[in-house]
């Protein structure tokens, strides 16, 4: 038996074995995509989480190397024509922590990302940045390797400028104020599922809801939560009639009654009662190879984010505009 591992014909078997996953990604790649899609040139392979900015004209991303960037959408844009990152944020002087999810708070003219080693979980942090300047307005650590391990991964923010980030390994929320003070940790029983294989990877996506709460996804459970942060941050388990939010990512509100829940494959959630309950409507899958993590809103349609660049020596990304009619 050793020495067939020695051999010719097993070279050739490994051989034939990676050029099956290469040429199904290679057919993926040259498929015409069935939706509008954006493409960019990037400085990196990932990219954790995209938003739309329509008051500049541009989508921000956020660099799991570290970091922030801008892609500039011209008005007389052409379709297929491919754009470009530009970095606006290159040095955080974090070492090599990730920026992960973020929001634009447009009130306040910032961005609000969160901050995480991704390997380690040995430190965690949420950041604003100016939208004009790109000049930090503050940095809050929130834990580091004397709390044990975390993951700041996603992040909200209420209309007082309030920040509320996920905690993806811990299943916490921390509450931060307008100017960066640490407030305090929201902790609840329902976050944490009995199954200790749906605790590998934590609360995730995290939308503040224009009538006063949150929306939480649980990304291994699937388990949607409604988070009262005026009522004493009671916790309610959304109660989702049809369908499963299992492996959610990214969330983003379309309306008040409809929620996208970014994922492989990503879902549009409604709800007719104040979001006591949910139902799974429509699904739309993307690039799944890519491996989609955020959605955003340009224009009134849904973009999905995916995390993967491919492409040598110019890595490109894709934006996937996610059609829910079918």
């Known amino acids: 038996m050793a ?10 078997l490994l051989i034939l074995l990676s050029a099956v996953p290469v040429a199904f990604i ?50 007389n844009h052409v379709p297929g024509a491919v754009l470009k990152e530009i970095p606006v944020v290159k040095n955080l002087g ?33 950041a604003a940045y100016d939208l004009t300047t790109w000049e930090e307005i503050f940095l809050t650590k929130l834990s580091g ?27 916490k929320i921390w509450k931060v104020g307008l100017d960066g003070k640490f407030l305090y940790i929201i902790n609840n029983p329902l976050f944490t599922p009995k199954e200790w294989y749906n605790n590998l990877v934590g609360l995730n996506g995290i939308v503040h809801h224009p009538n006063g709460y949150l929306l939480v996804i649980h990304t291994f459970s699937g388990n949607l939560y409604k988070v ?15 369908g499963s939010l299992k492996f959610g990512d990214g969330l983003e509100l379309l309306s008040p009654t409809k929620l996208v829940v970014a994922g492989n494959p990503s879902k549009l959630v409604e709800s007719s009662d104040d979001w006591e309950s949910g139902c799974v409507v429509a699904k739309f899958k993307g690039a799944t190879h890519r491996l989609v993590t955020a959605a955003t809103v340009k224009d009134g349609k849904v973009y999905l984010n995916h995390i993967f660049g491919l492409g040598y020596p110019k890595r490109k990304h894709v934006l996937v505009e996610a059609d829910f009619s079918s």
Do not use: Q
């Not at 020495?3 to 050739?12: E, Q, R």
């Not at 493409?39 to 989508?59: A, I, L, M, P, Q």
């Not at 993951?151 to 390994?169: C, H, I, L, Q, Y």
């Open 3 to 12: 020495s067939f591992f020695c051999s010719t014909n097993f070279f050739l």
């Open 26 to 75: 290679i057919h993926l790649e040259t498929s015409k995509h069935a939706t509008h899609v954006y493409e960019y040139h990037s400085t990196g392979w990932f990219r954790e989480c995209t938003k739309w900015d329509d008051v500049n004209r541009r989508f921000l991303v956020s660099f799991m190397e570290g970091g922030f960037g801008e892609v500039p959408v011209p008005e």
């Open 94 to 126: 974090l070492g090599k922590n990730s920026s992960l999810g973020f929001v634009v708070d447009r009130p306040r003219n910032r961005v609000v990302v969160a901050i995480a080693d991704v390997i380690g979980n040995l430190y965690s942090a949420v």
């Open 145 to 171: 390797p004397e709390d044990g391990k975390a993951f700041s991964d996603d992040v909200a923010v209420d209309p007082e400028g309030n920040a509320f980030v996920t905690d993806a390994k811990g299943s």
């Open 228 to 242: 009262e942060v005026r009522n004493g941050d009671e916790v309610k388990l959304v109660k989702i009639i049809e």
